[in-house]
């Protein structure tokens, strides 16, 4: 499945990184020819096609290790058959604080 390798290339895929294809569903446009990738590609492919999902998602409904399924996203990404969206870094949540003051404006209303 993966030829021996063990990184997914250049990225890292945090686990609740969310996966959504770029290939459209063959139901709805027949005359897009499917992408010529392996079996686990493929049913990857079909299911973000459904829903975006996340790496451990994708890894559970797959019955494959994460390390695999992480391999495999990064050659789809390479491809350009998947867009991933990386989850926000916590340094780039607003403080705490913030949102307890909203939550106690909004319950004064």
């Known amino acids: 499945m993966t030829r021996g390798r063990t990184g997914g ?9 969310v996966v959504v294809t770029e290939q459209p ?12 990738v392996g079996p686990e590609q493929a049913r990857i492919l079909a299911l973000c096609r459904s829903a975006p999902l996340s790496v451990a998602e994708l890894a559970a409904d ?22 991933v969206r990386r989850p926000v870094p916590p340094a780039l949540l607003p403080d705490e604080r913030i949102l307890q003051e909203v939550i106690r404006g909004l319950r004064a209303l």
């Open 9 to 17: 290339g250049e990225q890292q895929f945090d686990l609740i990184a």
């Open 62 to 83: 797959l019955d494959l290790p994460v390390g695999v399924v992480r391999v495999l996203l990064g050659d789809l990404l390479a491809a350009g058959l998947i867009r």
């Open 25 to 36: 569903d063959p139901a709805f446009a027949p005359d897009v020819p499917e992408p010529p």
